[in-house]
């Protein structure tokens, strides 16, 4: 059975840090494109970040640039978003999830997801 599994999320005050993990059961994900997502309540998922199989190409959202990086280990089929700076905006669900075809900013080109970890960020 494919699964992947997102853990790190939590209550962190702004300003403060999370390491978020998403790892890959039941396949290989070798040579995807992973991406990270977001969802709040009532709110679009949206994009946040992307990151190729070689982990030489990256983009990010406007909203994460110079806050959130995005790294992978491929030989523990896991994909890592460090998250600095947090803002309570950036509090929501977030998934991670492989590209199939597609615009890469686009949740519906993407394939296998996750159940998703909870990020959230109050005083």
């Known amino acids: 059975q494919v699964q992947l599994v997102e853990s790190g999320g939590g209550l962190v005050q702004p300003g403060g840090s999370l390491r978020l993990s998403c790892a890959a059961s039941?396949?290989?994900?070798?040579?995807?494109?992973i991406g990270w997502f977001r969802q709040a309540p009532g709110k679009e998922r949206e994009i946040v970040a992307t990151?190729?199989?070689?982990?030489?190409?990256?983009y990010y959202a406007d909203s994460v640039k110079g806050r959130f990086t995005i790294s992978r280990d491929n030989a523990k089929d896991t994909v890592y978003l460090q998250m600095n700076s947090l803002k309570p905006e950036d509090t929501a669900v977030y998934y991670c999830?492989?590209?199939?075809?597609?615009?890469?900013?686009?949740?519906?080109?993407?394939?296998?997801w996750g159940q998703g970890t909870q990020v959230t960020v109050s005083s």
């Open positions: 039941g396949f290989t994900w070798d040579y995807y494109t």
């Open positions: 990151i190729n199989w070689t982990g030489s190409s990256t």
């Open positions: 999830a492989t590209h199939l075809s597609g615009p890469m900013s686009v949740s519906s080109s993407y394939g296998y």
